[in-house]
């Protein structure tokens, strides 16, 4: 089966966290392409999809939601998941909760799941706005992505998906 794994990523924590998910399906014999969500013009080709987001202020980055707004029927048609990563925030890295808005994302294209993971933090590849941000709401610098809790999640994703196949073949 062709897996489609796209992302959003602004500083690249997060397009490496579809890439460690895209490792784990290919080692279970799935054929992966990676992609960022810019530059995603059809999903018709993939029997499955998983699209991915950084989190600023608490929403997907606008190229994400564009992948569901404009392939939702496509979406619907086949199995689809969802990831975050981040937020970060003070004292506690890890996110509570999903992001505003996820949930009606995952809906409208029935999505199999969603994950929230932590991100990673490097003030010196923010903008002076984003420093700003991170400063409010006091998030730490450093990396905090749980790698084998990601493994873990891609590892159920290639079981549902090798599961389906071995039931249609």
């Not at 690249?12 to 530059?39: C, M, N, P, Q, S």
């Not at 048609?77 to 925030?89: C, D, E, K, T």
């Amino acid at each position: 089966m062709r897996v489609l794994v796209a992302v959003a990523s602004k500083h690249d924590a997060t397009a490496e966290i579809a890439k460690a998910i895209g490792r784990e399906l290919t080692v279970a014999g799935l054929e992966v392409e990676f992609k960022r969500a810019r530059d995603i013009d059809d999903v018709t080709g993939y029997g499955a999809v998983v699209l991915g987001s950084a989190v600023y202020v608490g929403r997907w980055l606008p190229e994400a939601q564009q992948v569901i707004e404009r392939h939702a029927v496509q979406l619907r048609a086949r199995p689809v998941w969802l990831f975050s990563s981040g937020p970060i925030g003070s004292p506690d890295p890890k996110p509570s909760g999903e992001p505003p808005a996820i949930a009606e994302l995952a809906q409208s294209i029935g999505a199999r799941g969603h994950r929230v993971f932590t991100g990673r933090l490097d003030r010196g590849h923010l903008s002076l706005g984003e420093k700003v941000v991170v400063a409010a709401v006091r998030a730490p610098d450093g990396d905090f992505r749980d790698w084998e809790l990601i493994a873990a999640w891609a590892r159920e994703i290639a079981a549902a998906l090798t599961h389906a196949g071995a039931i249609a073949g």
